[in-house]
């Protein structure tokens, strides 16, 4: 199964450029603990990852009555904000779980991804 892994930024966490080279090490070390349990589990593949830029960076695009309207900054204000994504495919959602343990503490939404 293929999931799609949400990492959500509460607000709270400093932004990249505000932590020090050893705070982002000690982030960096939880990412690669999270890739070497991946390869070591059997039917674990992380498709893709990556972290993203904060929110003021994003644009929204919603297209009403055929017409399409770009708007500076994310889909929705909220406290929280979307800091980066993996596409995993995994045995099954338990083992997904499992995983996840090992990254920073995030909080994430995990969706499985529609097979055609």
């Known amino acids: 199964m293929k999931f799609v892994v949400l990492l959500m930024a509460d607000g709270e966490e400093k932004p990249w450029d505000g932590l020090t080279p050893e705070e982002q090490g000690a982030l960096m070390e939880k990412f690669g603990a999270f890739d070497e349990a991946c390869a070591a589990r059997e039917g674990v593949t992380i498709l893709s990852g990556e972290a993203l830029q904060d929110g003021d ?45 090992e990254l920073p503490a995030y909080d994430m939404q995990i969706n499985p991804v529609q097979e055609m």
Do not use: H, K, N, W
């Open 57 to 101: 960076s994003a644009a929204t695009v919603r297209t009403r009555e055929g017409q399409l309207t770009v708007t500076d900054g994310p889909y929705a204000e909220a406290v929280e904000g979307l800091g980066g994504f993996y596409l995993i495919e995994v045995p099954d959602r338990d083992v997904l779980v499992e995983l996840l343990a």
